[in-house]
């Protein structure tokens, strides 16, 4: 019966061991940098996305926009899509409303 506890034991400590983890996970995360944006209608607003840390090269965020507003008709975008430059962790784009 010891040899039993004692064999358990050291198969639970094993997994124990070995299901640790340091998280070393180089994914990039984005995200906005605010949680809502609003276009007021006068004056443009500026959109910008954060990485987790640094980029190594240009990377490119692409998006889509959704609403009743039509493009080039109600707004107009300084890009089509988020580049964050080398070495950079932020991009941003600017709305502007039209009349």
Do not use: H, Q
Request: aromatic fraction near 10%; include cysteine; charged fraction near 20%.
């Amino acid at each position: 019966m010891r040899n039993l506890i004692l064999l358990f034991s050291l198969f639970l400590l094993t997994g124990i061991w070995t299901s640790c983890s340091d998280d070393d996970d180089d994914t990039l995360e984005v995200s906005f940098a605010k949680t809502a944006y609003f276009l007021p209608a006068n004056e443009p607003v500026k959109i910008e996305v954060t990485a987790n840390s640094a980029v190594a090269e240009n990377t490119v965020v692409k998006f889509g926009i959704t609403g009743s507003a039509v493009k080039d008709e109600d707004y107009t975008l300084s890009a089509e899509e988020f580049v964050i430059p080398a070495g950079g962790s932020s991009a941003s784009i600017e709305v502007t409303p039209k009349d």
